[in-house]
Each structure stands twice: as C-alpha cells, then as structure tokens.
C-alpha cells in the first residue's frame, strides 16, 4: 500500500468514527483533532450535522489555547468536560445549528452551547495523537455515564487507527528510504566521475525523499582550481540559484558536516540551532517564497572531515515537516556521495600519475636517444680524424686539430647544458635568494657576446633605467637565464641586424625583454620551443650549431623563481622574449 492510498484509508476510517460518534453518542456535530508538529489541533473528520464540516475541516486551536482549556477541565474518567462558565477568554467560540433549541433554565444537566467536551487519545508510549470533540446534544442535555463510555470507546478506537496508521506510514517510510539510500550508494560506487554522480543521484533522492526541489552541489579541485559540480530539480522551474544562497548554503553545510547531523528551516525555525542567524534564515526563507517551497532540508556531502558539498531539498508549505528518519537518511546519502567523490579523486591522482610515469618514461627513453645522437656524430668525428693522425703522423695535422677542437668544444657544451639542465631540474634542490642586479648579468653577457656579434655584424643594445630595479633569486642561474636568451638572439640575428635588451620595473616585478631582427620562429615551433633537444623545422636554424637545451633551461629557471616568460615571434622578422621575475626593491623583499 504506497502512502496515499494509506492517506485515504485513514481519512476513511476517521470519518466513520466521527460519524459513529455523532449518531450512536448521540450528538448533532463530533469532530476529530489531529494534534501537529507545531503542538497546534487541527480539525480532520467533522460527522453530524452537514452544515457543520465546511465551518470546522481544518481549524486550528493553537497549544496555549488547548493548554488553558485542559487546565480548567473537569475529569470525567478519560473525558475532559470544560462548562461554559469556565471557558478560557481565548477558546474559539464553537459552532451551533440554526435550529437548536435554548437550554432549558433552572436544569443542572442542561447543555450550554458553550460547554465543550473532549476524548483525548494517546499512542501506546502516552504521547497523545489528537481528540475527539462533540457538541450540541441531542437531549439538550449533558452526556449520560452511558453516552461518556461509548464516547470514550470511540476515542480509543481512533487512537488505535491512527496508531496503527502511523505504524505502517513509519514502515513505508524506512523500507522507501532504504531503497533510496541503496539506490544512491549503487551510483555513487560505479561512477568515479563527481559531475556525473551528481546528475545521476537527483531523481532517485528527488522520489525517494518526497520533495519538490532539489539542488545537488558538489565542490572539487581539479587541476589545482576550484570546480563546482551542480545538478537541480524543481518542480516550479529552475530558476539560477542567487551567489548568497550557495554562500549561505555552503556555510550550513561545513556546520553540518561539522556536527554530522542535517539542517531543517520551516516557519521561521532553524534545527539544529544556531546554524544561522535570524537574519540569514529569514534570508532563505524569502528566496525559498520565490520558489513556491516552504521548507527546507539541507544535507552536508562530506567524507571524513572534508565537507564537499551539501543537497538542498525543499517542499510545499502544506506539505509533511521532515521526519527524523529524512533528515538520518539524507545524512547517510551525503556520506555515500562523499565517498564517491573521494573515490573519483583517488582514481583521477591515480590515472594522472600513471600518465606522468608513462610520459616521464617516454621523455626518459627519448633523452637518452637524443644523448647518444648528440655524442654520437662529434666522437665519431673525433675518433676518425684521430686516426687520420695515426695513419699519417707526417702529414699537417691542423686541419684534423681544428675539426677535433671544434667537436670537443661541442661535446662540452652538451655535458655542460646537461648538468645545468639537471640542477634547475631538480624539485628538491634549493634555491638561494639574493637581491640580483639584473643589469649589471646584462653587461657581463653583452660584453661577453660582443666578439661574435661584431665578427656577425650584429649589433647589441642595452636599454635600461638610470636606477634599474634588482631581481629575486640566484645570480648564477639568472646569469645562466640571460646568457642563453642573448647566445640564441646574436646567433639567429642576421648580418646588420640588432639584438635589444630592455631592462625596467613593472609593478612588483622585474620585466626583461631580449629582441631580435633574426630568423623568427613558426607557429607551429613555438608550441615545443621549450622541450629538451627542440631545434625547430626551420632549414637556415638547424645549420646554426647548438644543443637544444638552452630554452629548457631558461624555462626552468623562470619556473624556479616564480616568474613566467612569453614569445613574440614571426618568421622573418624577428623573435622576443619577455621574461618577468620577482623584484627585490619591493615592500615585500625590503
């Protein structure tokens, strides 16, 4: 039996005891009041007169109403009898038929139209559930001990319906929640992708929980940003939820996870308290108004002490308040979804390092192949012209000398480039800081290049400020960092042209620029301009000698010191490189 054909059968059964009640006890209206989550008694079942349904379903006697009323009671056994004389001034002034007649005067036993009497009933632990209530006598007079046992037996009977209704409903309700929670926890096992988790798990939560809106939201990093991973159901639209609210819906569920328990708002009432002040919560409920919803029960996603997310679930104002079984239950989901979560990162940590030992694997085997090329022609140059020289030890050996000097200047500047390579490569080698003059490296390696240009009929120009800025880091390597960038710049500069150093500050950092009038690069040789062994597809570059290494290592020292570079460059014309670095005559390093 699902929950609303339990709803009928119940609304079936009260009314036929209400009717019972009226006909058998022998009065002209009986009632049944079923009492609320509020503590409030709401009329259900009106039987009797047929005028009197329309002005009694669904009244309400609020708690301190019914309190002063029980107060003033008389006990007629289980019955609760208030005479008119002693109604609270706060009783709701009961209904009477347009033909009943005038008590008669002078009668202790005569009905007064605004006596009231009441049968309590109770659950098995004591807790009551609601009453019966009846008026207007069909004697004109009060009940018989006769007519008060009946009337209590009628009570019963209701308080043994309405038990045994809530009974089953409490049974339904954890047998539908069990099925959503392993609905929920099946998704969250086979899926290891959090945005897919997070679509997939909406309608089973949106069913099993009975709401009608729900807003899954889950918070990763990816790649070292932060990503929000969002699905939503409404049963009003969906309309884009405000930035206060996720803020506001973020810090309840960092509360929640925190306390390991679910929020409810409703009617103004925040559980557990403290979660929000008055102000936020009436913030929430404003924007749950523009929804159509009245309450709202919002469940932390969480995995150990990390809360990642939260569920937002709402429904109707007139709709059931959350059990205490929801909110155990949407707690339970929040806590398989954050597992999923964690398991989808494991597995993500997982795959990227199995890609990064693949790919340093790869670029281990292609080092060592490009190494043993590299080594490969100048030895072999060098071993062949050194026996030359064993074979004609008479002859002129300038030629063979000239060849195997050039060939082992090469091999050096490999072994050196290699080292380097190695040492800016390294993650666990520090790094010295020091206030550097940056334009004091750019005069030693615009002297030290000076011979080569001017063979070259390159010009080298220095532009810099009359009190240049100093950078942050390590003189040696900086030294290294510029040296390569102005090697490569007077080496693929043509005859004429001019190689341009600009030195200047540039808010905290120190921006220098190293301009050519050379080969330039291609676009598609921009993209691997920085890989180890790169020397570019152009035909006139690759006749120009070099290791390849140069830009891997300038990249590397940059990255060291927390600076980034970028290329201008176009085929013909030229090549910039910008490189920006910390400054040391900042607030910060002074």
Known sequence: MNQASGLESLQELLDLVVEGAADVVGFQVAAISLLRSNGDMEIVAVGGHPDATAQLIGRRTPRESLEAEFAVAE??????????????????????????????????DAWDPEDTLLAPFYDPTGEMLGMISVDLPLSAKRPTQVQQGVLEVFANQAGIAINSFRQRQTLAEQVRLAATAQSVARISQGVLEPSKVVEAIVDPIRTGLNCMGLWVRAFSNEDGAPKDHTAAYSAQGSPRTPPRMVE??????????????????????????????????????RFLSTTGAGSLLLAPIGAGTECLGHMVLTRAEDAPPWSDAERFAALEIGRDVGRSIVN???????????????????????LFSTV?????????????????????????????LKVMARNTHRLQSLVDDLLTLSKVSDPDRPLVRERVDISELVRDAADMFLPRATQEDVAIEVVAPANPPTAWGSGNELARLIENLMSNAVKYTTDGGVVTVTLRPVGDKVELVVSDQGLGISRTDLQSLFTEFFRGTNPDALEVPGTGLGLSIVQRIVARHNGTISVDSELGKGTSFTVLLPRADTPDHS
Do not use: C, Y
């Open 75 to 108: 006990h007629w056994g289980s019955l609760r009898f208030i005479p008119a004389a002693d109604l609270p001034t706060t009783a709701q002034t009961g209904w009477i038929a347009p033909e009943w007649d005038e008590q008669v005067i002078g009668d202790p």
């Open 248 to 285: 506001l819906a973020k810090r309840i569920g960092e509360r929640s996870w925190a306390d390991q328990a679910s929020a409810v708002v409703r009617n103004g009432m925040v559980h557990p308290a403290g979660v929000l002040s008055d102000e936020e919560a009436a913030e929430i409920l």
């Open 344 to 366: 989808a990162r494991l597995f993500e940590l997982e795959r990227r390092m199995t890609s990064e030992l693949r790919r340093a694997d790869r670029a281990k085997t292609t």
């Open 372 to 400: 043993h090329h590299e080594l490969k022609n100048p030895l072999a140059s060098i071993v062949g012209h050194v026996e030359l020289l064993k074979e004609n030890p008479t002859d002129d050996a300038t030629w063979s």
